[in-house]
């Protein structure tokens, strides 16, 4: 195993949304690598699934079904990997929705439901992580943003462009807070790669473009757990602070 690899080893990492898409494919890869892994969703059932999977192989994890909506859940989610690893090492913000539809379709509940998911979600994770972290003096949050959080989405994601884009402040004041407590944060900004967030959108209209977008562009799950991966396996004294990766032909 490399020296790079071992800087994965044995890491305790907690990811949200990991049932499906990049937690799920993100899980895979650094189970392989010979992380400790948490995999946090509300889909209990898919979480045990891929516990198994995981374990099969020769991984360590284990399920804890959570809201990330709910901070008393994320709260637990943590208590619970403190109580069964003894700390936590990374955490992956990773759990969002992504309901597409024009401002004027009035998604009042969509919008709040993005707001609670992709904001309050990441904000409720990083309080939860941030005291084991700053006590041992060392750490990684790893939050996912979208290239919808650099460039407004209009059109059809302006709230979800909202919240990407809060997401990227997030960090970005987050990395500067914490930047004395050899706590590493880094910014995941992904173009169109395959996962459930496609689905995501009740609007007829806005759910069949997305649909279309994504048959030309997207590119594997996978895209985006390598370049986690990338991130977490550097040296403690280098921070990988941003990624932006798209599909190569896509233009947005």
């Not at 209990?44 to 990330?68: N, S």
């Not at 650099?150 to 807070?177: C, H, M, N, P, Q």
Request: glycine share 8%; net charge negative; charged share 20%.
């Amino acid at each position: 195993m490399s020296a790079l690899q071992n800087n994965i080893q044995n890491k305790v990492i907690v990811i949200t949304g990991a049932s499906s898409g990049l937690g799920e494919t993100t899980a895979r890869h650094l189970a392989k690598l010979g992380a400790k892994l948490v995999l946090a969703a509300r889909r209990v059932d898919r979480l045990e699934q891929l516990v198994a999977e995981i374990e099969v192989e020769g991984g360590q994890a284990i399920a804890v079904a959570t809201d990330v909506a709910q901070q008393a859940q994320v709260d637990a989610l943590i208590e619970k990997t403190l109580s069964h690893y003894g700390t936590v090492d990374v955490l992956i913000n990773n759990a969002g929705i992504m309901p597409m539809a024009p401002l004027a379709k009035r998604k009042v509940d969509e919008w709040d439901q993005m707001i609670d998911i992709n904001i309050k979600g990441v904000l409720y994770g990083i309080a939860a992580v941030l005291p084991t972290m700053q006590s041992k003096q060392s750490g990684h949050i790893i939050n996912l943003s979208s290239v919808a959080g650099l460039k407004v989405s209009a059109g059809v994601g302006t709230v979800y462009s909202a919240t990407k884009f809060a997401v990227k402040a997030i960090s970005e004041g987050l990395r500067e807070e914490v930047a004395g407590d050899n706590i590493r944060v880094t910014t995941l900004y992904p173009g169109a790669v395959d996962s459930e967030l496609k689905l995501g959108s009740s609007d007829q209209e806005s759910g069949a473009a997305m649909q279309a977008f994504y048959d030309a562009y997207e590119i594997p799950a996978d895209s985006v757990a390598r370049a986690i991966v990338y991130a977490i396996e550097q040296p403690a004294d280098m921070a990988i602070n941003e990624i932006s990766l798209r599909p190569t032909k896509q233009t947005f």
